[in-house]
DNA sequence: TGGGAGTGCTTTTTT
DNA sequence: AGCACTCCCA
């Protein structure tokens, strides 16, 4: 019960609620009952996904049927944390604080911090990013003289995290050859050095905080009685240990309020398990599962097109999107002679469209992978048209950075050998490899941390990493009673780190974001965020924390009046006016890694749908038929997701004007995505000639393959073979000799 | 110690 | 082609 006044919030709260459809209503209202409601929220791209999450919390609380502490919201990005936190601010006068939101592994984090003893970590332990955690296990490798060609760190990595994911300890991986079983004891090694150094990696911080509620029955009750309302945004998107630990927390009867869309799961390549909305519609009794539908976003043609693509998968938990918008306009289709040609197309189309009042951070321009993006740039960049591309390196990943964090870690935990040998030569201090060997070999020896064994040297070494482990302990000491920001400045200013960039040619920019750096530290002191971190350890802890898990703004700013180029991943969540897709091609989208197996190939298609649904009202879509891949030409045909389309949703564009009717052109156009386009002939000139009159670039007929596109030769004479794209039947390989190929330009 | 040359990789990516 | 990483030499 809500001790204040519920009744002066109803009226208002009531109102938000007839501002909702019917599902949503249902969703948002779903009964507090004992056993509990669980609810299985299916939420189309659109339809208003979050803002019923956020409302169902606001009825919640409105309604007096929970109070604030005892909700758990959880999120996977810090940004969609965020935004549900203000959204909710926005609609309940509830303070917003009392609620734990968060990311899944900023909640863990906290328990962790929260727990620390129980969860035996050290009270100042650390988080190692993925880029730490490479360097931790490239530096165990070298430990423990194992050859990285037989086994690469990054495999390693992957082995690891893959694992965790998993809920699997190094004890209880599965070892079914000598390989697995040397990964497994490496992975064991792992988890040792990360123990004694006092350090976690992120698969660590879910796994270490399920294990503590696991195995500890009181604090486990305590939290299950705690949270009655469990509440996850993206659900399609938790992988398995994700899963069971929302399963633990909310074993104690809490409701579970699961909102995701099985259409848009676009990350099982790392770990997502769709398979999860599949089992909680099993593993959860007295659920209900109410499907969004009605979509807010884009027009009809668009809709339509989503709609007929996704239908081509076959693991779907059925769902269809409908709008009582207009269809709109239809899709513009361009096919491009070449990737330059592509890109000359979305310019001008793009020019065109900021001319006649369109804002430019409504235009989204959009590809499959992060490689595709530099003719795209090229192209905007020399006629002059402002954009900001998605991606590339965040603040907190940044050298200076990192290194500036380095040294308060090591500040924070001198076990951290991490942070050690980042910065214990950076800025240079006479410290070689040579040096450092032997101190790891003191270090081995006395199983202590590198700091820890730099305490104890002599000779030489004593005078240099000496030297280094005195500044470190002087520095703390200066350090102790200053404000966070403060803190920082010390540190970057007699760490050496701003003398050396000042002396560095391009250091300016560097030097810049250190300040910044300080700069968010103030902002952190003041947050929320802060408040809740500094129950446990300390304000530099508490920040450090954060910067690891907060990696900071990409370098885009996302209302900018610019083009928006980016990734289809990055862009899911997003919504534009107009939408570019290119790079449509077999082989480049879908993928050639996901062509073969069903289950890739579904995910592409996903992938596709979620760039569909990016559009509010005008979508095109352009392929290329020859693309500068690294460092070579590429032929490919149209994807075969063009044709999945429905004909009656696209128009055509061509560079050439046409006499006849728009709707007889785009049929022909249609046709193009079954049959070479004629363009193709121009490329066939000046290409190298093989046996038969046949040219790489060359369209051609094959009696059981169909149409395709000869990408590549080898051999002669009697030997001679051919590479031929032939779209949705494969990329194959065909001796001359026995092959009936035929030409297919006309 | 730092830079230049040689080598290999290259889908998507948040925490 | 472009980039990150390693290795070797001055």
């Given at each position: 019960m809500t001790?204040?006044?519920?009744?002066?919030?109803?009226?208002?709260?009531?109102?938000?609620?007839?501002?909702?459809?019917?599902?949503?209503?249902?969703?948002?209202?779903?009964?507090?009952?004992?056993?509990?409601?669980?609810?299985?929220?299916?939420?189309?791209?659109g339809?208003?996904?979050?803002?019923?999450?956020?409302?169902?919390?606001?009825?919640?609380?409105?309604?007096?049927?929970?109070?604030?502490?005892?909700i758990?919201?959880?999120?996977?990005?810090?940004?969609?944390?965020?935004?549900?936190?203000?959204?909710?601010?926005?609609?309940?006068?509830?303070?917003?604080?009392s609620?734990?939101?968060?990311?899944?592994?900023?909640?863990?984090?906290?328990?962790?911090?929260?727990?620390?003893?129980e969860?035996?970590?050290?009270q100042?332990?650390?988080?190692?990013?993925?880029?730490?955690q490479?360097?931790?296990?490239k530096?165990?490798?070298?430990?423990?003289?194992?050859?990285?060609?037989?086994?690469?760190?990054?495999?390693?990595?992957?082995?690891?995290?893959?694992?965790?994911?998993?809920g699997?300890?190094?004890?209880?991986?599965e070892?079914?050859?000598?390989?697995?079983?040397?990964?497994?004891?490496?992975?064991?090694e792992?988890?040792?050095?990360?123990?004694?150094?006092?350090?976690?990696?992120?698969?660590?911080?879910?796994?270490?905080a399920?294990?503590?509620?696991?195995?500890?029955?009181?604090?486990?009750?305590?939290?299950?009685?705690?949270?009655?309302?469990?509440?996850?945004?993206?659900?399609?998107?938790?992988?398995?240990?994700?899963?069971d630990?929302?399963?633990?927390?909310?074993?104690?009867?809490?409701?579970?309020?699961?909102?995701?869309?099985?259409?848009?799961?676009?990350?099982?390549?790392?770990?997502?398990?769709?398979?999860?909305?599949?089992?909680?519609?099993?593993?959860?009794?007295?659920?209900?599962?109410?499907?969004l539908?009605?979509?807010?976003?884009?027009?009809?043609?668009?809709?339509?097109?989503?709609?007929?693509?996704?239908?081509?998968?076959?693991e779907?938990?059925?769902?269809?999107?409908?709008?009582?918008?207009?269809?709109?306009?239809?899709?513009?289709?361009?096919?491009?002679?070449?990737?330059?040609?592509?890109?000359?197309?979305?310019?001008?189309?793009?020019?065109?469209?900021?001319?006649?009042?369109?804002?430019?951070?409504?235009i989204?321009?959009?590809?499959?992978?992060?490689?595709?993006?530099?003719?795209?740039?090229?192209?905007?960049?020399?006629?002059?048209?402002?954009?900001?591309?998605?991606?590339?390196?965040?603040?907190?990943?940044?050298q200076?950075?990192?290194?500036?964090?380095?040294?308060?870690?090591?500040?924070?935990?001198?076990?951290?050998?991490?942070?050690?040998?980042?910065?214990?030569?950076?800025?240079?201090?006479?410290?070689?490899?040579?040096?450092?060997e032997?101190?790891?070999?003191?270090?081995?020896?006395?199983?202590?941390?590198?700091?820890?064994?730099?305490a104890?040297?002599?000779?030489?070494?004593?005078?240099?990493?000496?030297?280094f482990?005195?500044?470190?302990?002087?520095?703390?000491?200066?350090?102790?009673?200053?404000?966070?920001?403060?803190?920082?400045?010390?540190v970057?200013?007699?760490?050496?780190?701003?003398?050396?960039?000042?002396?560095?040619?391009?250091?300016?920019?560097?030097?810049?974001?250190?300040?910044?750096?300080i700069?968010?530290?103030?902002?952190?002191?003041?947050?929320?965020?802060?408040?809740?971190?500094?129950?446990?350890?300390?304000?530099?802890?508490?920040?450090?924390?954060?910067?690891s898990l907060?990696?900071?703004?990409?370098?885009?700013?996302?209302?900018?009046?610019?083009?928006?180029?980016?990734?289809?991943?990055?862009?899911?969540?997003?919504?534009?006016?107009?939408?570019?897709?290119?790079?449509?091609?077999?082989?480049?989208?879908?993928?050639?890694?996901?062509?073969?197996?069903?289950?890739?190939?579904?995910?592409?298609?996903?992938?596709?749908?979620?760039?569909?649904?990016?559009a509010?009202?005008?979508?095109?879509?352009?392929?290329?038929?020859?693309?500068m891949?690294?460092?070579?030409?590429?032929?490919?045909?149209?994807?075969?997701?063009?044709?999945e389309?429905?004909?009656?949703?696209?128009?055509?564009?061509?560079?050439?004007?046409?006499?006849?009717?728009?709707?007889?052109?785009?049929?022909?156009?249609?046709?193009?995505?079954?049959?070479?386009?004629?363009?193709?002939?121009?490329?066939?000139?000046?290409?190298?000639?093989?046996?038969?009159?046949?040219?790489?670039?060359?369209?051609?007929?094959?009696?059981?393959?169909?149409?395709?596109?000869?990408?590549?030769?080898?051999?002669?004479?009697?030997?001679?073979?051919?590479?031929?794209?032939?779209?949705?039947?494969?990329?194959?390989?065909?001796?001359?000799?026995?092959?009936?190929?035929?030409?297919?330009?006309?």
């Amino acid at each position: 019960m809500t001790a204040e006044a519920p009744s002066a919030r109803t009226p208002q709260s009531a109102k938000t609620l007839t501002d909702l459809n019917a599902p949503q209503q249902r969703a948002v209202a779903l009964p507090v009952t004992q056993p509990p409601t669980h609810g299985l929220i299916l939420a189309g791209a659109g339809s208003g996904k979050t803002r019923v999450l956020t409302t169902r919390i606001a009825w919640l609380l409105a309604g007096g049927q929970a109070r604030a502490h005892e909700i758990l919201a959880v999120t996977f990005t810090n940004k969609a944390a965020r935004e549900m936190t203000t959204r909710l601010a926005a609609q309940t006068a509830v303070n917003v604080r009392s609620l734990w939101i968060g990311t899944f592994h900023g909640l863990c984090h906290r328990l962790l911090r929260l727990h620390y003893r129980e969860a035996n970590l050290p009270q100042s332990f650390q988080i190692l990013d993925v880029t730490d955690q490479l360097a931790a296990i490239k530096r165990l490798c070298k430990t423990l003289n194992i050859d990285d060609e037989k086994y690469p760190p990054r495999e390693l990595q992957y082995f690891i995290n893959a694992h965790k994911e998993k809920g699997l300890r190094a004890g209880e991986v599965e070892t079914w050859d000598d390989i697995t079983r040397k990964k497994a004891e490496i992975y064991a090694e792992y988890e040792a050095q990360c123990q004694r150094e006092g350090v976690v990696d992120f698969a660590e911080l879910l796994l270490r905080a399920f294990e503590l509620l696991s195995r500890n029955a009181p604090l486990r009750t305590h939290y299950q009685q705690r949270f009655q309302h469990i509440l996850v945004d993206e659900f399609q998107d938790t992988n398995r240990l994700q899963y069971d630990w929302l399963k633990l927390l909310a074993g104690g009867g809490a409701a579970m309020f699961a909102v995701g869309d099985d259409d848009q799961s676009i990350y099982a390549f790392r770990g997502a398990e769709v398979g999860n909305m599949r089992d909680f519609e099993r593993e959860f009794a007295g659920k209900q599962v109410i499907r969004l539908e009605q979509n807010y976003r884009s027009h009809g043609h668009i809709l339509a097109a989503a709609n007929a693509l996704i239908q081509h998968n076959r693991e779907r938990l059925g769902k269809e999107l409908w709008t009582d918008a207009g269809a709109g306009e239809p899709i513009r289709v361009y096919e491009a002679a070449s990737d330059q040609d592509e890109a000359g197309f979305v310019v001008d189309e793009a020019r065109a469209l900021v001319e006649e009042g369109s804002s430019r951070s409504q235009i989204a321009v959009l590809y499959r992978s992060n490689a595709q993006s530099r003719v795209l740039e090229h192209e905007l960049f020399s006629r002059g048209v402002a954009y900001r591309v998605y991606g590339g390196l965040r603040f907190f990943e940044r050298q200076e950075i990192k290194h500036a964090l380095a040294y308060l870690r090591l500040i924070a935990n001198p076990d951290d050998d991490t942070a050690f040998l980042r910065v214990v030569n950076f800025p240079t201090r006479g410290i070689g490899a040579r040096s450092l060997e032997n101190l790891q070999a003191s270090a081995r020896q006395i199983n202590a941390s590198l700091y820890t064994a730099a305490a104890s040297l002599s000779g030489k070494a004593a005078v240099t990493v000496g030297g280094f482990v005195r500044l470190i302990e002087s520095l703390r000491a200066a350090i102790v009673a200053l404000s966070l920001p403060e803190q920082i400045e010390q540190v970057i200013e007699h760490s050496g780190l701003a003398g050396h960039y000042q002396n560095e040619k391009e250091g300016q920019e560097r030097l810049e974001n250190l300040d910044e750096l300080i700069n968010a530290a103030a902002v952190f002191a003041g947050s929320d965020e802060a408040t809740h971190a500094d129950e446990s350890g300390g304000m530099l802890p508490a920040f450090l924390g954060y910067a690891s898990l907060e990696s900071g703004e990409r370098q885009a700013g996302e209302g900018e009046e610019a083009v928006q180029l980016m990734t289809v991943h990055a862009a899911k969540g997003l919504e534009f006016d107009v939408v570019f897709i290119t790079g449509l091609e077999q082989g480049l989208f879908p993928h050639d890694n996901a062509i073969s197996d069903a289950r890739g190939l579904e995910e592409e298609r996903r992938l596709m749908y979620v760039a569909i649904t990016r559009a509010r009202q005008r979508l095109y879509l352009s392929s290329a038929q020859t693309r500068m891949l690294h460092g070579q030409t590429r032929y490919a045909m149209p994807s075969q997701f063009l044709v999945e389309l429905p004909p009656e949703c696209l128009k055509l564009l061509s560079r050439q004007k046409s006499a006849r009717s728009d709707a007889a052109f785009w049929r022909e156009g249609f046709v193009s995505f079954k049959r070479p386009p004629a363009a193709a002939r121009e490329r066939v000139d000046g290409a190298p000639e093989f046996p038969g009159g046949l040219k790489l670039g060359m369209n051609v007929r094959h009696a059981k393959f169909g149409f395709g596109v000869i990408i590549d030769a080898k051999g002669s004479g009697e030997e001679a073979r051919v590479e031929v794209n032939f779209g949705s039947a494969g990329i194959k390989w065909l001796a001359l000799a026995y092959a009936k190929l035929e030409s297919a330009s006309t």
